[in-house]
């Protein structure tokens, strides 16, 4: 056995600090630590950031290097972390730097939504779903009380008609439409609406793609609908927010004393640390459907707004042929006025959640035939947790530092503003003891290295599964 090294040889030997080599071989500091700068959030914590950004891409719900960048503000803003970050924000360096420290994430250009759709429809997946909507029903006590369920769907108006088939000299080479002016055919306005199992429908929410918002955009609509504007004419968070709080939470007050299960698209976008607890706070439950499948499952979309489509398509053609240019913001609430009163009816809607099979309760509503899977590599899927997310009012522990909300875009009349928010425990239906327990004081956040990012990246902000440790 050879002569065993002194301390002062193995470190002229390696190249290395005395001092370094001894506090490491004393245990003062591990033999794996970190070299150099430390990064904001703990290795552990970026670990996980990273599993559950690849997990949620692997289930179809993957995140802009954007949306990551705003994830981890709320997540430092949440625990009182001090960041060297610009309203705590990440920026470029941050992101290219977690990059080339997780080199198993890359850029990926997503699918088309058809094709994504054609794949989710797996019988396992609607299965799932059904086992999930009736233990969140029956948990709450409200499968068998219709005034209790809702669904909340939005969707996008375009202002120009579309392309169709119309009648022509046989042999024509090319028929062209002559008819509009203008427009791109991709412009829309997006309405959001919703409705109980019992037909009852709070008034829609119209959301123009604006700067500003004027009085003859908002008048001869239909009864009591809510306008607002925003940049991009995107339904995102903190119209969201404004919506439940000014329209969902105003017109179901009736029944505030028991659950209120609202059942929605659950885009990422719409999801909020101030929504989260303005739903527990008010003792509603966020159910949230399962990706690319709501045309077969969401009550509104299956059954109201397939007819209140077709209805528009024939509108916006004969708008185009007495007026140049698309529909615009001054014509749009009384054209909308027509199709929302003749399909937004009860009997609409009680069949909408009727073939769906949310009320009454059926789990074989619908049915989707089983057809051969193609080999998939061997990575974690919804099936191995939880199946569905479920964002659900039980109680339960909450840190005391505050959250920012977003300020809603102009609306008329303006709504009001919420107070500030703090982040929620959320539970799946069945208790799970994943929930992580948040510090102390804000102060206890800072030096704290266990915070858990993947319960906050899952729960809070994508609930898609119910994660496990």
């Given amino acids: 056995m050879g002569k065993q090294m002194s301390l002062n040889g193995a470190a002229k030997y390696n190249g290395v600090n005395k001092k ?6 004393s245990g003062e500091i591990p033999l794996n630590a970190h070299v150099g700068k430390n990064t904001v959030l703990s290795p552990p ?4 950031l990273a599993e559950s950004i690849k997990l949620m891409a692997d289930w179809g719900y993957g995140f802009t290097s954007e949306e990551v960048k705003d994830i981890v503000q709320q997540f430092v803003q949440a625990w009182g972390l001090e960041t060297p970050f610009k309203d705590c924000r990440p920026g470029y360096d941050w992101m290219e730097g977690f990059k080339k420290r997780h080199p198993d994430i890359v850029p990926r250009k997503t699918e088309h939504l058809s094709k994504c759709r ?4 797996d019988p396992e997946v609607v299965e799932r779903w059904f086992k999930l909507l009736d233990e969140v029903l029956t948990e709450q006590g409200v499968k068998d009380i219709p005034a209790q369920i809702f669904n909340s769907d939005e969707s996008g108006f375009v202002t120009d008609p579309k392309s169709g088939v119309v009648l022509a000299r046989k042999g024509s080479k090319r028929v062209n439409q ?3 002016g203008g427009g791109s055919g991709k412009d829309q306005i997006t309405v959001n609406c919703c409705a109980s199992a019992t037909g009852k429908l709070p008034p829609p929410y119209v959301v123009y793609n604006s700067k500003n918002l004027y009085k003859d955009w908002i008048t001869d609509g239909p009864k009591d609908t809510a306008y607002v504007s925003s940049t991009n004419g995107w339904m995102e968070g903190a119209l969201y927010l404004d919506w439940f709080e000014t329209i969902f939470l105003k017109h179901t ?6 659950p209120r299960v609202l059942i929605f698209d659950g885009h990422a976008s719409h999801l909020s640390l101030a929504l989260i607890k303005k739903a527990r706070d008010n003792n509603v439950v966020l159910l949230r459907l399962p990706a690319h499948l ?3 499952l969401q009550p509104l979309d299956r059954a109201v707004f397939r007819p209140v489509k077709i209805k528009w398509q024939s509108m916006l053609l004969k708008f185009a042929r007495t007026h140049n240019g698309p529909v615009g913001k001054r014509q749009f609430p009384k054209m909308l006025k027509q199709p929302v009163e003749e399909s937004f009816r009860p009997h609409t809607v009680l069949a909408g959640f009727s073939s769906t099979g949310i009320y009454p309760f059926n789990d074989q509503a619908v049915e989707i035939e089983a057809r051969p899977q193609s080999p998939q590599p061997s990575v974690p ?3 191995q947790t939880s199946p569905l997310p479920v964002l659900s009012p039980t109680p339960g ?3 005391t530092a505050p959250s920012p909300t977003p300020g809603p875009a102009s609306t008329a009349p303006s709504p009001g503003s919420s107070s500030s928010e703090t982040p929620t425990v959320l539970s799946s239906p069945a208790p799970s003891s994943s929930h992580f327990s948040p510090p102390a004081s804000p102060g206890a956040a800072t030096s704290s290295s266990n915070l858990s990012v993947k319960d906050f990246f899952l729960k809070q902000l994508t609930p898609q599964v119910q994660s496990s440790a």
Avoid: Y
């Fill in 178 to 180: 002559s008819i509009g």
């Fill in 397 to 399: 522990p909450a840190s």
């Fill in 381 to 383: 899927t919804p099936s």
């Fill in 45 to 48: 914590q970026e670990n996980e």
């Fill in 294 to 296: 709501t045309h077969i």
């Fill in 253 to 258: 007050e009736d029944v505030k004393d028991k």
């Fill in 20 to 25: 370094s080599l001894l506090q490491r071989v």
């Fill in 118 to 121: 054609e794949q989710t429809e």
